[in-house]
């Protein structure tokens, strides 16, 4: 079963090690303090008891009747997914939480309401009530758990009417899933991913991220998904209904891009944005449908749904040009399937230009295949900048060349493997060449290049990046270790 003793670490026993060169506690701001203490807390958990105890001692703030919950899980697609429907939602007058995972360049945007991000100060004041409540009931929650509690009490505490929640991992036991009557659920797409937890094939990662779907509340699926198990855990948890976006919407009768695909060029691909598009307006057109009194459509139009769905988030395939016309494209693909699609889609808008890649990955991917996707299209090693982000969670360099050995040519003008200097380096070459430069390969690379491109935007500061992420490789080390515990005789 799914339900052994919970096993995470206390806060008070994963305190930073010695070694990692940081300012003193005195010269930290409380906001860093408090984060970096969350960093170091373990992920491991078994089970929902811990962020059910502390959702309870909360007084489960996302129970109130008058917040409208909308819940989403799905192997790809989920954030973007959120961000139109909550944008869509915020455009029709509604006042909007969106919790979303994980952050680019601050803590701070993983939860905002109507798109402004939550303030240090909120972080900071909610974080530390948490705390207080942690060690007087003495709860050891997860770091994910930690930030979705804080994320329920500031939506809470801000009288928002609907709030958008994506899942961190899975659905079953995902933290967010402590809420008890969303209005909505959704799953955007299964894939494989996350197999030592979820499962190895897509029907368990299915049922795992099916496990979102709650008594009387409408269930939404994409269409890459495995319908007959979603719609049997759909049938067993007596969901209203399973509805498909053909089911809502009807046909896609757009004859340039049916069924998601797309045309440009000459070449055909699956244009995953217009995908998750539909999605969005389908939940919202579902929503409308069951929850008229609170959702008419009156209010819903139909050019504040194309407004809203138009919205997507940092770093899918973004575009920023600069005044020298040069092009550089940001994406978060860090999985094969991503990075499949991103391929396909840079070769179908830009199939004349040459292609110049910054990459780096995050040690628990499929290193190889990722890759081997990336010489596809760039097979002169030369044309790849590879570098080493600051996050604990970053593929070493010898790592990478052990996966892929033809990455031992890749570009080295530049020693300095940070992201600023190969960015420098890499948008200098693109620019004399006419080349597209691209940054993929793992979301801790994205703050650092766009701060490289001069993006400004809020920022944590490198104290609290140099740890991000310590949980989660706790987290790795243990379930390796409870693996190996597995097969001993």
Known sequence: MMNPKDTS??????????????????????YEQLLRKIYFISNVKRDLHNIMQLNNILHQPLDDPLISVIHVAGTNGKGSVCHKIAKTLELAGYRVGLLISPHISSYRERMSINGQLISESDVTRLLQKIFDIMEKHQVRPTF????????????????????????????????????????????????????????????????????????????LVGPNVPHATIRRVAKERLAEGYYTCQDVLGEDNDDSSNGGKLMIHGTEYVDYDKENSRTARAAVMLLAQKHPGKFPLERITPGIVQEGIAQRPSCRFEEIITDENSITILDIAHNPPAMKTLVAKLQATYPSQPKRFIVGFSADKDISEIGNLLLSVVPDPSHIHLVEAVNLRAAKLEEIFCSVPQLKDANSLVKDRSITAQVKCARELADSRGEVLVVCGSVFLMSEARQALGVEEARDSENITKVAGKGLMKCKETLMASKASDKDP
């Open 9 to 30: 670490t206390s806060p008070e026993s994963a305190q930073p090690p010695l070694e990692v060169e940081v300012k003193l506690e005195m010269e930290l701001t409380e």
């Open 144 to 219: 994910f758990e930690i930030t979705t509690a804080l994320s329920f009490l500031y939506f809470q505490e801000n009288d928002v009417d609907v709030v958008v929640l994506e899942t961190g991992l899975g659905g079953l036991l995902d933290a967010t899933n402590v809420i008890s009557k969303p209005v909505l659920s959704v799953i955007t797409s299964i894939g494989l991913e996350h197999t030592a937890i979820l499962g190895n094939t897509v029907e368990l990662i299915a049922e795992h991220k099916a496990g979102i779907i709650k008594k009387g509340c409408p269930a």
